[in-house]
């Protein structure tokens, strides 16, 4: 059986990355892998951590890249993918407009699609934008649906999807944070391979991690956020660590309201083994990504959501992430009282993670190998 990957940023590789690796170790599987590099700086660092080589890489990112230039030119090069190498079944991830577009050509030439990470809604299209109509459309293309959770199951039987083509396997970016992390805890070699600027910058302070990146907050939205990390910053038992994101709309306002804080260190985005030991070693999480509030609890890290809604609700559910959106006065008092009350954070830090344990990817893998 030939089983195309197709992929093109950071997060999806990182959450494909375990399932890649189940797919070269099975026997009776030709594993291909398709990058469109829709995020390529980013990209490329996930690719070497977990020596994943690509197949086919599109390189289709160009500075200022519109969505509909970004879906033409995908569906393009993808359509050509297909045609030269006729795969059996193609695998996409979660909600990128490169997830979206591999169904839809996928669609146009019959061949059959797996969506790893279906079922998440917010039920408002613009929110987040476009990635809530990325995965609502991919869903209705494919025919095998791998939710993390029952509550994504249960949006898609909501959407009408067949029961029988929803599998619940956990979401596997738990497995591979997990390997990493356990890397790093073992590993002596591999942590000398961290950037040692972000060695140096963990000291006895308080750390909060930082990240941004989501289209519905730039803008007013990212001032008032960087607003709230000032005073946050002004704290003496705190320190705030922001891996920028390289989108000019996010580092615009980063720059010109943090920079020069003294508690406020403003890095370049890091590779994924970076990262993982930045959330390892932080108090609390301030972020907009969805998968780090799936990662965070896992690592018993309180996360504080830079949005209004969500799709992974099972997280409120559980007590390990809360909405603060993009006012000020919400994301400042969320962080005190999570670097104040003890009780508080010791509730958010102890809740069960609900995104799974760590074999996702071998659940994806029995299905797939007794679906053909």
């Given at each position: 059986?030939?089983?195309?990957?197709?992929?093109?940023?950071?997060?999806?590789?990182?959450?494909?990355?375990?399932?890649?690796?189940?797919?070269?170790?099975?026997?009776?599987?030709?594993?291909?892998i398709?990058?469109?590099?829709?995020?390529?700086?980013?990209?490329?660092?996930v690719?070497?951590?977990?020596?994943?080589?690509?197949?086919?890489?599109?390189?289709?990112?160009?500075?200022?890249?519109?969505?509909?230039?970004?879906t033409?030119?995908?569906?393009?090069?993808?359509?050509?993918?297909l045609?030269d190498?006729?795969?059996?079944?193609?695998?996409?991830?979660?909600?990128?407009?490169?997830?979206?577009?591999?169904?839809?050509?996928?669609?146009?030439?019959?061949?059959?699609?797996?969506?790893?990470?279906?079922?998440?809604?917010?039920?408002?299209?613009?929110?987040p934008?476009?990635?809530?109509?990325?995965?609502?459309?991919?869903?209705?293309?494919?025919d095998?649906?791998?939710?993390?959770?029952?509550?994504?199951?249960?949006?898609?039987?909501?959407?009408?999807?067949?029961?029988?083509?929803?599998?619940?396997?956990?979401?596997?970016?738990i497995?591979?944070?997990?390997?990493?992390?356990?890397?790093?805890?073992?590993?002596?070699?591999?942590?000398?391979?961290?950037?040692?600027?972000?060695?140096?910058?963990?000291?006895?302070?308080?750390?909060?991690?930082?990240t941004?990146?989501?289209?519905?907050?730039?803008?007013?939205?990212?001032?008032?956020?960087?607003?709230?990390?000032?005073?946050?910053?002004?704290?003496?038992?705190?320190?705030?660590?922001?891996?920028?994101?390289?989108n000019?709309?996010?580092?615009?306002?980063?720059?010109?309201?943090?920079?020069?804080?003294?508690?406020?260190?403003?890095?370049?985005?890091?590779?994924?083994?970076?990262?993982?030991?930045?959330?390892i070693h932080?108090?609390?999480i301030i972020?907009?990504?969805?998968?780090?509030?799936?990662?965070?609890?896992?690592?018993?890290?309180?996360?504080?959501?830079?949005?209004?809604?969500?799709?992974?609700?099972?997280?409120?559910?559980?007590?390990?992430?809360?909405?603060?959106?993009?006012?000020?006065?919400?994301?400042?008092?969320?962080?005190?009282?999570?670097?104040?009350?003890?009780?508080?954070?010791?509730?958010?830090?102890?809740?069960?993670?609900?995104?799974?344990?760590g074999?996702?990817?071998?659940?994806?893998?029995?299905?797939?190998i007794?679906?053909?």
């Amino acid at each position: 059986m030939k089983i195309l990957s197709i992929f093109g940023t950071r997060p999806e590789a990182i959450k494909m990355a375990p399932v890649i690796k189940a797919l070269e170790n099975e026997a009776g599987i030709e594993s291909l892998i398709c990058v469109t590099a829709q995020h390529r700086d980013m990209l490329d660092q996930v690719l070497e951590l977990f020596n994943i080589k690509p197949d086919y890489d599109l390189d289709i990112m160009t500075p200022n890249q519109n969505l509909i230039d970004l879906t033409t030119v995908c569906l393009k090069r993808l359509n050509e993918v297909l045609s030269d190498c006729i795969p059996d079944r193609v695998l996409v991830h979660g909600d990128t407009t490169t997830s979206f577009v591999a169904a839809l050509a996928c669609y146009y030439s019959k061949i059959p699609v797996a969506h790893i990470e279906a079922g998440l809604r917010t039920n408002n299209i613009y929110s987040p934008w476009p990635e809530e109509m990325n995965r609502r459309l991919t869903d209705t293309i494919c025919d095998l649906h791998f939710a993390p959770t029952q509550k994504a199951k249960n949006n898609l039987l909501q959407n009408g999807i067949p029961e029988t083509s929803i599998h619940i396997t956990g979401n596997t970016v738990i497995d591979a944070l997990l390997d990493i992390s356990n890397r790093i805890e073992k590993k002596k070699d591999l942590v000398q391979s961290i950037n040692t600027e972000i060695l140096t910058l963990i000291n006895e302070k308080k750390t909060i991690l930082v990240t941004g990146h989501r289209r519905e907050n730039f803008g007013n939205a990212f001032e008032e956020i960087c607003r709230a990390l000032v005073i946050i910053a002004d704290r003496t038992d705190v320190q705030i660590i922001y891996p920028v994101h390289l989108n000019p709309n996010v580092q615009e306002p980063v720059t010109r309201i943090l920079s020069g804080h003294t508690n406020i260190h403003l890095v370049q985005p890091q590779n994924y083994l970076n990262f993982v030991y930045l959330m390892i070693h932080s108090f609390f999480i301030i972020t907009d990504s969805g998968g780090i509030q799936e990662e965070a609890p896992a690592l018993g890290k309180p996360v504080l959501v830079l949005r209004d809604v969500t799709e992974r609700t099972e997280g409120l559910d559980a007590g390990t992430i809360k909405l603060v959106g993009a006012d000020k006065n919400n994301i400042t008092d969320e962080a005190f009282k999570l670097l104040d009350d003890k009780l508080t954070y010791k509730t958010m830090s102890n809740a069960h993670n609900p995104y799974g344990d760590g074999q996702a990817s071998s659940r994806i893998m029995e299905k797939l190998i007794s679906e053909h």
